[in-house]
C-alpha cells in the first residue's frame, strides 16, 4: 500500500478507507493522515519465530524497547509517513504501536492520538504520551540517557478528566485513543507550554503561541470529524479562558493546509471594515458542466480572491490551468492574487499587491452601488 506508483490517488484513497486507515474528516481526503499498513513487532517474537539477530538489525530499526520496524520506502506519500520526525526513529503512528506491544492496556494521548485520527502535521517530532491509571505503569521503563527517542512519556489521567476513548487503528484494533477534542485540548497545553515548538513565522500583532494554537484547531477542524463547540468544551480548565476565546475566534474551519492558516492570519486586516474573508469560496463558469475553481480565500462582496500555490503548483500542466483561472476570473471582474512561498516571505510585496486589489476592488464596488 505505502508504494502506489501504479494506483490513481482516488483509488489509493478509496482502498485505504475501505481499510479502516483514512478516517472520516470534516475535510477533504488529503488533508488527513493515512495510517500505515505496516506494523512494528517485538523482537522476542522475531527470535522465537527463527529470525537470526542479524538478519533483524540489517534490515529493521528499533522503535521502542525490544521493538522493530521496517523502514517505509523513501517514496512513501506523506499522508503515510506523516511529517519530519526530528530525531526520533519513525513517524508517531508506528512509535504508538510500538508503545501499545509493550503496554497495551495504556491508552494513547496527545500528538500520538491526533496523529491517529488524521493528523498530517507537526505530531511526528512529538513524544508518544501513554496514560496511566496513575499506579505507576511504566515507571520501570526507564533505560539510559541515549535511548530517550525510543521511550514514552507517561502521565497519569486527570481525575476530572472524561475517560472516553476510541480503537482507531484497523491493525491493532485493541489500541486505545482519547477522543480527537480531548487529546486537541492536551495538545494546545504542550503548545501553551511551549513543551512542543513547531516553527512559525512571525505575524504583527499574534504570538507564536497563538499562531501554532490556530493552526492546529484549523487542521483538527479539516482532518477529524470534532466540532468547534466539542474542543470549546474539552479545553475548559486545560487552556486559560482568555487565550482561547482569542485562538476559535481566529479560526477558521475551512483551510486545508497550515500554510492557508498562515496566510489568512498575515493579511486578515487588509480588507476595510465591513468586509471579511471566507475561506473555500466555489466559482463556476460556462454553460453545461462548465469549469470551476475553488477560491482559498475571498471577500465575495468586493471580488477579490486569494490562492495559496503550494509545491504542487509547480507542474506545467498546473501552471497552464493556473493561469486559465486567473484569466477567467478576471474576465468576470474578480481581482487575483496567487501566493507562493517566496511571495509568501516577501511581506511588504505582499500587502502592497493587495492593498492595490482592494483600491480598484472598491472603486468597482461604488461604481456599482
Not at 482516488?10 to 482502498?15: A, E, I, L, V
Not at 517485538?42 to 537470526?52: E, F, P, W
Amino acid at each position: 500500500m505505502e508504494n502506489t506508483a501504479g494506483d490513481s490517488r482516488w483509488d489509493w484513497w478509496r482502498r485505504a478507507e475501505r481499510e479502516g486507515r483514512l478516517h472520516p474528516g470534516n475535510g477533504p481526503e488529503y488533508t488527513r493522515r493515512i495510517l500505515p499498513s505496516r506494523p512494528p513487532f517485538l523482537r522476542k517474537a522475531a527470535i522465537a519465530a527463527g529470525r537470526t539477530r542479524h538478519a533483524l538489525e540489517r534490515k529493521f530499526i528499533t522503535v521502542a524497547r525490544g521493538v522493530l520496524f521496517r523502514p517505509l520506502p523513501e517514496d512513501t506519500p506523506q499522508q503515510v509517513r506523516g511529517d519530519e520526525t526530528g530525531g526520533f526513529p519513525a513517524d508517531i503512528v508506528t512509535r504508538a504501536r510500538a508503545q501499545y506491544l509493550r503496554h497495551p492496556d495504556l491508552v494513547i494521548d496527545g500528538w500520538g492520538a491526533l496523529a491517529f485520527l488524521g493528523l498530517l502535521y507537526w505530531a511526528d517530532s512529538a513524544p508518544v504520551v501513554l496514560l496511566t491509571d496513575g499506579s505507576g505503569a511504566g515507571s520501570t521503563d526507564c533505560g539510559t540517557a541515549g535511548d530517550r527517542s525510543l521511550k514514552p512519556v507517561y502521565r497519569p489521567w486527570r481525575k476530572d478528566r472524561p475517560r472516553t476513548t476510541c480503537t482507531p487503528d484497523p491493525v491493532f484494533p485493541g489500541l486505545r485513543c482519547v477522543t480527537a477534542p480531548s487529546a486537541t485540548a492536551e495538545v494546545l497545553q504542550s503548545i501553551i507550554r511551549r513543551k512542543h515548538r513547531p516553527p512559525v513565522p512571525d505575524i504583527p500583532g499574534l504570538s507564536d503561541i497563538e499562531v501554532r494554537c490556530v493552526q492546529l484547531v484549523d487542521a483538527v477542524l479539516q482532518c477529524t470529524t470534532a466540532t468547534l463547540a466539542e474542543i470549546r468544551d474539552a479545553c475548559r480548565g486545560v487552556v486559560g479562558r482568555r487565550l482561547l476565546r482569542r485562538v476559535l475566534a481566529l479560526v477558521d474551519d475551512g483551510a486545508q493546509t497550515p500554510r492557508e492558516t498562515l496566510l489568512r492570519l498575515i493579511i486578515r486586516d487588509a480588507l476595510p471594515a465591513g468586509f471579511r474573508w471566507t475561506s473555500q469560496v466555489p466559482v463556476s463558469w460556462g454553460s453545461g458542466r462548465g469549469m470551476s475553481t475553488v477560491l482559498d480565500l475571498a471577500c465575495e462582496e468586493l471580488k477579490i480572491a486569494v490562492y495559496y500555490d503550494g509545491a504542487d503548483h509547480h507542474g506545467s500542466e498546473r501552471k497552464d490551468r493556473d493561469i486559465d483561472q486567473i484569466q477567467e476570473l478576471r474576465d468576470r471582474g474578480w481581482e487575483v492574487l496567487r501566493v507562493d512561498a517566496e511571495l509568501f516571505r516577501n511581506r511588504v510585496k505582499l500587502h502592497r499587491l493587495l492593498d492595490n486589489m482592494v483600491v480598484r476592488a472598491l472603486a468597482r464596488h461604488g461604481e456599482a452601488a
